[in-house]
């Protein structure tokens, strides 16, 4: 029931982006104002790193025995994954009838497909009690649909790197120059390590608006150390263990979700012990994920490993880069890609490619935008990588797997394709 829903209002109003908020405001306005019946709210934007900060805060939230409501996109594998209800993934028959409400308020009117589900996530989260509400953007902040709240408890910037040009603009001062639109006068915000280009238009957007703001390597840092990580801000220093999620750069994902914390009074402050226990049982799928069980890993021979990543720009490949140098230099890695037409695709290759030994490149199932196999490749071949296509992840694994030697294949280049992986190997 609930696709069919979801078909019919994509149809209704086309999968495109357009920028505004006067059509979600009307609707909003239509139902009563649900985003004004919101518990607590933490807004994050920025390029990379946001759905893993959420993840962070979310889990440290429960661990303190709040009721949490989430808001992410885009999803893996559901719809409904974007919407946690106090906690729990929204049941989909309610889902669908909240979807029918919506739609029955709009009345006809325009509206884009995100900006009737962002609606239907408030109005979700409006009849439950819960104490704090995670909203993530989907694209941009200023002119983005769950940008319509007077005032957030806080905001979160994660690092602003290059992404969706087309829509936010070609350099960091401009891509920066959205993201702040969430912030609000007054409201505290914190912010993880930004390039300067960014940190000047954020710096300046927080003293126009009188926003305290709380900066990484000013503020609060992070530093590595053996089984886990310090955390300092101000007089308080922590040591933390190793977050759930892998690689160096969840290090700083877990402290921006710590610092945010900090600046939560009366709504989360909790203790050491329970920061540690939300850092460890945090989860988010598709984030340097080991896919040990399904049919997918079960075709590689004993004792090689299968991993997913969804990252798709050039910031996530250097991370996945960092990663592979840091944590894997004992085997070969071998990559299997997609991506779509509107990503970097040589800069996502580019810092990979030294440490790749060879590469399959796919079209990503159902998506207009996905680039060919051969497009995959030719991108990557530009970046130095050994790259051929494939008709099909499994069709790359079944080649990959042939080797003598295989020892790492990660899937990579789009949280599309991630999405279809999990949904293949159930």
Known sequence: MIDATLERLKGL??????????????????????????????????????????????????AAGLDVHVYTSPHLVRFAERIRVAGQIVDEATLDGILAFCEEKNAGRPITFFEITTAAAFLAFARRPAGLCLLETGLGGRFDATNVLDGPALTVLTPVSLDHQAF??????????????????????????????????????????????????????????SGGFRFIMGAEVLSLPAPALPGTHQIHNAGLAVAATRLLANVLVPPPAVLAAGLRQAEWPARLQ?????????????????????GHNPSAGQALARFIAESWPDRPVDLIAGMLDTKDS?????P?????????????????HSRSA???????????????????????LA????????GRILICGSLYLAGTVLAENG
């Open 13 to 62: 109003h086309p999968k495109v982006i357009d920028l505004a908020l006067d059509r979600i405001l009307l609707l909003l306005a239509a139902l009563g104002q649900p985003e004004r019946r919101l518990p607590p709210v933490v807004h994050v934007a920025g390029t990379n790193g946001k759905g893993s900060t959420l993840a962070y805060l979310r889990s440290i939230a429960e």
């Open 168 to 225: 936010l603009g070609d350099t960091l001062a401009a891509i920066a120059g959205e993201k702040v639109g969430i912030l609000k006068p007054g409201v505290p915000c914190v912010s993880a390590r930004q390039e300067p280009e960014a940190l000047a238009v954020i710096a300046a957007e927080a003293e126009a608006l009188g926003v305290p703001l709380f900066l990484e390597d000013r503020d609060w840092r992070v530093e590595p150390i």
């Open 290 to 310: 080991r896919l040990r069980r399904g049919p997918l890993p079960t075709r590689l021979p004993a004792g090689a490993e299968l991993w997913l990543d969804g």
């Open 346 to 350: 040589r800069g996502f290759f580019a």
């Open 352 to 368: 990979l490619a030294p440490l790749i030994r060879r590469m399959k490149g796919v079209a990503i199932p159902g998506e207009v």
């Open 374 to 396: 051969e497009q995959v490749c030719a991108a990557a071949r530009d970046e130095g990588l050994a790259a051929e296509p494939s008709a099909s992840v499994a069709a790359a």
């Open 399 to 406: 080649a990959l797997a042939r080797a003598p030697d295989v």
